[in-house]
């Protein structure tokens, strides 16, 4: 029977699944950190204003979508009012056009908060997404707003009869068009950040493991050649090698039995 080489009041400094000393602590900044409030605060600031000022863009998408978006032709004979080109496809035109741009401006407002915040964040991404969202109902107001008047009746008798007017500039595909710019928004992001974002530094081995170049505790392990002490008290021992390993092991345990463990101070 093999004896412990660690005396059982003193814990093995090498064993990994020991408890920490009495008193220790993590040290600031580690991992295992958590944010104080005052920085969920800035956090939460940070995501608003990153939701307001996108939102604010969102009237010059309007304004884009009022000037690029082709118009739907009417005209009236007084009586009724009817397409001039039952076959144009100017409505989906503006549909289209409405879409491209937000997915325009979902590009450009994730680079410049990624250029302003590269650290990123939670708060960023959601402000991101909600003023996307806000901007592109914006624009839509806006555009609608702006363009011709929704009265087809009053615009028609205005024009007169056999005058080619232009239809209220309209969006069709409102889900998919409002919901455009935060989903380009949210994946330029992620993509930005998983290339050019800041990375967590890996942990050191040697902080678990110990230093590449320590020097090996006497008795933690079995070297080629070198005679294994079987235990304390025992006369025989055995040797894990080529050389001389019953002589060797016959003396360490010969050695152990007359000096026992721990040593004896004199």
Request: proline content about 9%.
């Amino acid at each position: 029977m093999t004896a412990p080489l660690t005396p059982p009041h003193e814990p093995d400094p090498h064993d990994p699944w020991a408890a920490p000393p009495s008193g220790s602590r993590l040290a600031p900044g580690g991992p295992a950190s958590s944010p104080t409030a005052a920085e969920r605060r800035a956090e939460l600031a940070q995501g608003a204003a990153t939701a307001v000022l996108v939102a604010a863009t969102g009237f010059l998408l309007g304004l884009l979508w009022l000037w690029l978006a082709p118009r739907v032709p009417l005209v009236s004979d007084d009586t009724a009012v009817f397409l001039k080109n039952s076959e144009g496809e100017e409505a989906i035109g503006a549909d289209g056009t409405f879409v491209l741009l937000a997915l325009a401006f979902g590009l450009f407002s994730a680079v410049a908060v990624f250029l302003l915040r590269r650290r990123g964040g939670i708060s960023l991404v959601v402000g991101l997404a909600v003023g996307g969202l806000l901007g592109s109902l914006l624009a839509w107001r806006a555009g609608t707003w702006l363009g011709p008047t929704s009265d087809v009746v009053a615009h028609a008798k205005q024009a007169g009869k056999g005058v080619t007017f232009d239809a209220p500039l309209e969006l069709h595909a409102v889900g998919a068009a409002v919901l455009a710019w935060p989903i380009a928004a949210m994946l330029a992001h992620l993509v930005l950040t998983w290339v050019w974002g800041p990375r967590d530094p890996e942990p050191d081995p040697g902080e678990f493991w110990g230093a590449a170049g320590a020097e090996p505790v006497p008795g933690a392990g079995f070297g080629a050649g070198a005679g294994a002490v079987s235990g304390p008290g025992h006369g025989s021992g055995f040797s894990h090698g080529s050389g001389s390993g019953d002589a060797s092991g016959s003396g360490a345990g010969e050695k152990g039995g007359a000096e026992g463990w721990p040593p004896r101070r004199s």
